[in-house]
C-alpha cells in the first residue's frame, strides 16, 4: 500500500457489521463453550490489519519476531523497546482483535517489579490487551505480581525458547519422565499463579490433552496436538515467508509468500530492463496550458510511444 492511501477501510469487508473486541472473559467463555481460539503471530501493521479482518481472534506479538523479522539466530537479543515498537504497529491496525505483548527475555527473569512494570507499560505505552511471560514454576511469581498490577498475563510452558542456553536446542519437551512431571507442574504453576491462559509448545499431544483436561484457562497449542482450546501459528510459518527449507512438523503452510515475492521482485526487474515500467499510467502529466513550453518542457516524448516531437 502506498503511504499516501490512508483510507481507514482498507482490507476489511465492506459490509461488515461493527465488530465487537474480544476480551480476555471472552476467551475463557469460548474455551468452556468449546469454541477454538484463534492466534496468530502479528509485528506490523499491514499485517494486523488483514490477520484483524480474516477474524483472528488474538494476536501475539511474539518475541520471535527477533527471529523471524530482524533476523536474530534466537530470541534473546530482541529488547523491551523493540518489542514495544511491535506491539503499538499492531495494536494500530487492530480493531478486534485482542493483542498481547510477548515480554522479552531480560524484563522479567530480574525480578516481580520489573516484570510488572514492564508489563504496565505494554498496556500504557502500546495500547497491549495483556502481556505473555515463557515459563512456569520459576515465573509464578512473576505471572502473579503482573496479574496484581492489573495486567492480564499468558503463561508459556513446554518448549520456551528463552531457555536456549540452558537446554541447549529446540527440542520437544515431555518425553521423559522428568520432563513430563515437569510441564505438568509448571502448567498447574501457572494457572495458580493467575495466568488467564497458557502456551503449550511442542510437547505431545497427550500431554497437552491431560493439561488441557486438567486446567481451567484455555490452553493454546502449538506442537501439542488437537485437544488444546486454541491454536497458535507464527505467520511467517503459515504463509511460507522469509523462513529457511526447515520447519518444524507442527507446521502447516498455506502459502509460499517468499517465492511469490521473488517472483514480482524479478517481474519488476525485467519490466525495467524492457522499459515497460513506468507505464504512461503510472506517470504525472502537466497541467494544460503554457507551463511545458514556458519550462522547454514539451519536446520530450514518452518512451516508446507514437507522440511526436513538437
Ligand atoms: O514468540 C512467539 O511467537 C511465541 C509463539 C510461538 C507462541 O512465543
Not at 493483542?99 to 522479567?108: C, L, N, T, W, Y
Not at 496479574?147 to 498475563?153: F, G, I, L, R
Not at 503554457?290 to 510511444?305: G, I
Request: hydrophobic share 40%.
Amino acid at each position: 500500500m502506498s503511504h499516501w492511501r490512508t483510507d481507514p477501510g482498507a482490507g476489511q469487508p465492506a459490509s461488515a457489521a461493527p465488530r465487537q473486541p474480544v476480551t480476555v472473559p471472552q476467551l475463557q467463555e469460548w474455551c468452556d463453550a468449546g469454541r477454538r481460539i484463534a492466534v496468530l503471530t502479528a509485528y506490523d501493521y499491514p499485517s494486523a490489519r488483514v490477520l484483524d479482518a480474516a477474524g483472528i481472534d488474538v494476536l501475539l506479538v511474539g518475541d520471535s519476531v527477533g527471529m523471524v523479522v530482524l533476523g536474530y539466530d534466537s530470541t534473546l537479543p530482541v529488547t523491551t523497546e523493540e518489542m514495544m515498537h511491535h506491539t503499538r504497529a499492531v495494536r494500530r491496525g487492530t480493531q478486534r482483535a485482542l493483542v498481547i505483548a510477548d515480554m522479552p527475555f531480560g524484563s522479567f527473569q530480574l525480578g516481580e517489579m520489573r516484570a510488572a512494570e514492564t508489563a504496565v507499560r505494554f498496556v500504557k505505552e502500546c495500547g497491549a490487551h495483556a502481556v505473555k511471560i515463557e515459563g512456569g514454576t520459576k515465573a509464578a511469581p512473576c505471572i502473579a505480581a503482573i496479574a496484581a498490577a492489573e495486567v492480564p498475563v499468558m503463561a508459556h510452558v513446554g518448549l520456551t525458547p528463552q531457555s536456549i542456553n540452558l537446554t541447549g536446542r529446540y527440542r520437544v519437551q515431555g518425553r521423559t519422565d522428568d520432563s513430563v512431571a515437569r510441564v505438568l507442574e509448571d502448567a498447574h504453576a501457572a494457572e495458580a499463579a493467575g495466568a488467564f491462559a497458557i502456551v503449550l509448545e511442542c510437547i505431545p499431544w497427550r500431554l497437552a490433552a491431560r493439561i488441557t483436561e486438567e486446567l481451567r484457562i484455555p490452553t493454546i497449542g502449538i506442537g501439542a496436538g488437537p485437544h488444546c482450546d486454541g491454536q497458535v501459528l507464527v505467520m511467517h510459518d503459515l504463509v511460507g515467508y522469509g523462513v529457511g527449507e526447515l520447519s518444524p512438523r507442527f507446521v502447516k503452510r498455506y502459502d509460499s509468500f517468499s517465492e511469490r515475492l521473488g517472483e514480482a521482485a524479478a517481474r519488476f526487474r525485467a519490466d525495467l530492463d524492457a522499459s515497460s515500467f513506468p507505464a504512461r499510467e503510472h506517470c504525472y502529466e502537466l497541467p494544460a496550458g503554457e507551463l511545458a513550453a514556458k519550462y522547454h518542457l514539451d519536446h520530450y516524448v514518452f518512451p516508446h510511444s507514437e507522440e511526436k516531437q513538437p
